[in-house]
């Protein structure tokens, strides 16, 4: 564990709070198995488990004017900004109390309120968008910063160059965030990139770029930190390569045959959850009754979700038709005219 | 007779392809060692190499641009890909490629390249997921567009598309890779020109293609059970379309229901029936009805996913009002 604090303030309570927070997206999400094979959560379920810190790392520098742009694998990222598991799960389920009302499931998390700009679920498809979000508040006037979170495997796409490019050479507010977890699906680094050093692409379109440890909670909150402090000051982009790993298939339809158990093993040797509480403790920071408590009202917090979203209500059939566009009298419309 | 599947036949079709022509190689995202994103390739990466089952890095433009020049040199790609969803980032390369090289170049280039991709909705896989775009590519002059929805077709289309000298581009809808049935173990490759009676009937004429040929299929077995008989034409070539047996069949039913996932506007069973009221209007007892999807992009609820889709009892309905508008 990194104890480089940088500027960071790592008290206490503060630590114990990322520490909740990656067991919430983990529990959440081992939940979130049980409620697929029961038939609760349909069409595709991409799970972040081993990837916690990079979410939680991350969100710690953003402020509630940020923006979000994420992936299909974004239930982490949308806890971690503090999009209500309630709506989140409503949402796996198809419900109207979903955040998307429904529509979009697993895939499709959209927050307003949190700024939380979807899970896109067409791979490099958020880059561009992260990079208008920016581009709108440059214009603007607006001191925020849009992340852009997206994989390993979205660097192969030819969005990829042009959206970092496009950040670089207009100088925009984009703090870009590759997951590099080795793999897009089956396909290791090496077998889709010559230069599997993913920073040195962003080097290449002249943005400063760093490559961190995506299993240390700390390290990653140190690097963002320093990445969004960057991005305010100069206004240009920033790119951050977290090294992680995915523990579980890349779905639910996904047989592994692309990896060995050893070499996921290994990597769990490095779970950034006991890390974090394995250094807690040394440090006397996390107490023998500390973990229990957590994990009571975490359960309870997860359970609560189950609840609302089997409470919740199908949307009637003749509105299928709804949200396509945007309806007369509705202000959006209304400012566009 | 074997037991199989559409997966299998697929995978039959590409052995066979992979055997019989030493230019032939499958390239595209996660079909070596992955298997194949609906395990159609699974196993070939072992039996033909790393070089000719080939693992693509997600660059579709890149990848299916590379067919298209490797097809020029001789070669004889088959690109996979991953789905239609994706293919949206190919387009460029396909459209203002592959379809006009030949064209272009005053017929001194051809492009003997063959495009797979999964296709379709019914999975609970949401709006960018599950899109029908077949008729985007059926509107391009310059490619061939298939649309396997049998066992036969499966595993029989991938052959005769590979002699072709221009690009083909095939669809197999998701929904039908774990279809079962018997294929005759002679089963090989079949013609890919002409569209197919799948069911003779003398009332109404349903027109399909894809995994929608069986939901027509299905109606068909509910307006029998009430004594109406459907002919059912399964397209099998969405470009060229077979107008001859169309025709045929409307001529002798003198109704038609056109069955497509697509949106109804700009969709392929626009284009059919403006063609049966061009060539068969005063054979007609009713307007050529349509089932297509809901103008919506596909939500995730299961519910509304159905409802957005056609369905058979919505065929039923379709061909009811066609014979309530009996003369
Ligand atoms: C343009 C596009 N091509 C293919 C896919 C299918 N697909 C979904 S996820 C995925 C792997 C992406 O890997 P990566 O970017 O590393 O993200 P990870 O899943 O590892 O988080 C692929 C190929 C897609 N969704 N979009
Ligand atoms: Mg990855």
Redesign the pocket.
């Known amino acids: 564990m990194t104890a480089r604090a940088d500027k960071v303030h790592l008290g206490r309570e503060h630590l114990i709070g990322l520490l909740r927070q990656m067991l919430l997206i983990r529990r959440f999400e081992e939940r979130c198995v049980e409620l697929y094979s029961a038939g609760k959560i349909r069409g595709f379920l991409?799970l972040y488990i081993g990837e916690e810190a990079n979410a939680v790392g991350v969100m710690q520098a953003l402020g509630p004017e940020d923006a979000i742009v994420s992936?299909?694998?974004e239930h982490g990222h949308a806890l971690a900004r503090g999009v209500s598991a309630r709506a989140i799960m409503a949402e796996m389920y198809g419900k109207v109390e979903g955040t998307s009302r429904g529509r979009g499931g697993s895939m499709h998390i959209f927050d307003a309120a949190t700024r939380f700009y979807g899970g896109n679920?067409?791979?490099?498809?958020g880059l561009p968008l992260a990079v208008g979000l920016a581009l709108a508040d440059k214009m603007q006037g607006r001191n925020r910063v849009t992340a852009c979170i997206?994989?390993?495997?979205?660097a192969a796409?030819g969005e990829f160059h042009e959206s970092l490019n496009l950040a670089a050479l207009w100088k925009l507010p984009v703090l870009f965030v590759c997951?590099n977890?080795y793999?897009?699906?089956g396909t290791a680094l090496a077998r889709a990139q010559s230069q599997t050093d993913l920073a040195r692409h962003a080097e290449s379109y002249a943005m400063p770029a760093e490559a961190v440890d995506g299993m240390d909670v700390v390290a990653v909150e140190v690097a963002a930190h320093r990445a969004v402090a960057a991005v305010r000051q100069d206004g240009g982009p920033y790119f951050l390569e977290n090294r992680t790993y995915?523990f579980r298939a890349?779905s639910m339809f996904d047989p592994e045959l692309y990896r060995g158990k050893a070499e996921v093993e290994e990597w769990k040797k490095k779970d950034p959850i006991p890390r974090l509480e394995t250094w807690l403790t040394e440090a006397g920071l996390l107490h023998a009754d500390d973990l229990p408590r957590m994990e009571e009202a975490i359960s309870a917090e997860i359970e609560d979700a189950v609840a609302f979203a089997e409470a919740g209500h199908w949307e009637p059939v003749e509105d299928l038709a709804r949200d396509v566009t945007t309806p007369p009298g509705r202000p959006e419309r209304e400012a566009a005219a | 007779m074997t037991t199989t599947t559409y997966r299998e036949a697929v995978r039959t079709a590409l052995r066979e392809a992979l055997t019989r022509d030493s230019r032939t190689f499958l390239m595209g995202?996660?079909v070596g060692r992955y298997g194949g994103t609906y395990a159609c390739s699974k196993g070939l990466i072992d039996e033909f190499g790393p070089e000719r089952v080939r693992d693509a890095p997600?660059s579709?433009s890149a990848f299916v641009g590379a067919g298209i020049g490797a097809a020029m040199a001789g070669m004889r790609p088959i690109v996979e890909i991953?789905t239609v969803n994706?293919s949206l980032?190919a387009l460029d390369q396909i459209v203002n490629n592959a379809a006009t090289l030949r064209h272009m170049s005053g017929g001194q280039f051809s492009v003997p390249l063959v495009i797979r991709m999964a296709t379709g909705a019914g999975r609970q896989v949401a709006a960018q997921h599950s899109h029908s775009l077949e008729c985007w590519y059926a509107h391009i002059p310059g490619i061939r567009v298939l649309a396997p929805g049998t066992l036969e077709d499966a595993r029989g289309m991938l052959w005769t598309a590979l002699q072709d000298p221009d690009p083909v581009v095939i669809f197999e809808h998701a929904a039908l890779y774990n279809m079962e049935g018997e294929l005759p173990d002679t089963a090989g490759p079949v013609d890919i020109e002409r569209a197919a009676v799948r069911r003779p009937g003398r009332d109404v004429t349903l027109i399909a293609f894809g995994a929608n040929l069986h939901k027509a299929m299905e109606a068909a077995r509910l307006l029998a059970a009430e004594k109406i008989e459907a002919e059912v034409i399964d397209l099998r070539s969405l470009r060229p379309l077979d107008d001859a047996t169309i025709m045929a069949s409307v001529r002798k039913t003198r109704r038609a229901v056109v069955i497509d996932e697509a949106w109804r506007t700009g969709s392929l069973a626009a284009e059919v029936s403006a063609r049966v009221m061009e060539q068969a209007f005063y054979d007609l007892d009713a307007p050529v009805g349509r089932v297509c999807t809901e103008e919506v992009p596909i939500p995730y609820p299961k519910h509304l996913e159905d409802a957005a889709l056609p369905q058979p009892e919505k065929i039923v309905a379709a061909v009811k009002a066609q014979l309530g508008a009996r003369a």
């Open positions: 991409h992936t299909y694998r679920a067409i791979v490099a498809g997206f994989g390993d495997g979205a796409e997951e977890n793999y897009a699906m995915r890349h | 995202e996660d997600l579709e991953m994706f980032l």
